[in-house]
């Protein structure tokens, strides 16, 4: 999994409430198992006509926002199913950090394990934040995961929350297979130990 400091990039405003995983990526593009080839599918019934024609006012179609790396979103995104699948898919298009004032709780877990930060703010932060993200290619934040803030275009900051434990798992791009082996050393000692007291079952 990629690290995850400091990031610097146009946000996209998507001033909707209840954004669930099924819009996000619809279960038509669920079959896969690859975490790669899903952001062109991504919002896909918002993105795209019934003919597969760009709908040119979904806002990721919009030049200005197309190479987005922010999404300023509203409450509660990524309810509905846990799809994996989801965070994928903004990863995939380039979506390294969603800010909201809440997200469906396997989502936002999701979200830590596959490299993408979700930042909660208060409804004032986000309307601030919706309103920077109006701005088109001007729209730049600045997001800096070590000293947990986000500065405007105008040079304004404010602060956010995050969990210690997942802080420090993004800073230093570990999922859930990068935790496991940080312990490598005492797992080949704990099976050397094994093998040597049941050298039968190593045999075996």
Same mark, same amino acid.
């Given at each position: 999994?990629?690290?995850?400091?400091?990031?610097?990039?146009?946000? !996209? +405003?998507?001033? %909707?409430?209840?954004?669930?995983?099924?819009?996000? /990526?619809?279960?038509? $593009?669920?079959?896969?198992?690859?975490?790669?080839?899903?952001?062109?599918?991504?919002?896909?019934?918002?993105?795209?006509?019934?003919?597969?024609?760009?709908?040119?006012?979904?806002?990721?179609?919009?030049?200005?926002?197309?190479?987005?790396?922010?999404?300023?979103?509203?409450?509660?995104?990524?309810?509905?199913?846990?799809?994996?699948? !989801? +965070?994928?898919? %903004?990863?995939?298009?380039?979506?390294?950090c969603? /800010?909201?004032?809440? $997200?469906?709780?396997?989502?936002?877990?999701?979200?830590?394990?596959?490299?993408?930060?979700?930042?909660?703010?208060?409804?004032?932060?986000?309307?601030?934040?919706?309103?920077?993200?109006?701005?088109?290619?001007?729209?730049t934040?600045?997001?800096?995961?070590?000293?947990?803030?986000?500065?405007g275009?105008?040079?304004?900051?404010?602060?956010?929350?995050?969990?210690?434990?997942?802080?420090?798992?993004?800073?230093?791009?570990?999922?859930d297979?990068?935790?496991?082996m940080?312990?490598?050393?005492?797992?080949?000692?704990?099976?050397?130990?094994?093998?040597?007291?049941?050298?039968?079952?190593?045999?075996?």
């Amino acid at each position: 999994m990629d690290k995850f400091n400091k990031l610097e990039g146009v946000a !996209a +405003p998507l001033p %909707l409430i209840n954004v669930d995983t099924d819009m996000i /990526i619809p279960k038509q $593009f669920l079959k896969t198992i690859a975490r790669t080839g899903l952001g062109k599918s991504l919002f896909f019934e918002m993105r795209y006509d019934d003919q597969g024609a760009e709908i040119p006012d979904f806002v990721l179609n919009r030049p200005a926002y197309r190479n987005a790396k922010i999404l300023v979103a509203g409450d509660n995104f990524g309810c509905g199913s846990s799809r994996e699948h !989801a +965070p994928w898919a %903004l990863l995939d298009f380039g979506i390294r950090c969603v /800010i909201s004032t809440s $997200f469906a709780d396997i989502f936002y877990n999701n979200c830590f394990k596959n490299g993408i930060l979700p930042i909660v703010v208060s409804p004032e932060i986000l309307e601030k934040l919706m309103d920077d993200a109006e701005r088109g290619a001007n729209a730049t934040l600045s997001i800096d995961l070590e000293s947990q803030t986000i500065k405007g275009p105008d040079g304004g900051t404010a602060s956010f929350d995050v969990d210690p434990f997942r802080k420090h798992c993004l800073l230093n791009g570990l999922d859930d297979i990068g935790l496991t082996m940080e312990k490598a050393a005492d797992i080949d000692a704990y099976e050397a130990r094994q093998r040597a007291a049941t050298p039968w079952l190593a045999a075996s």
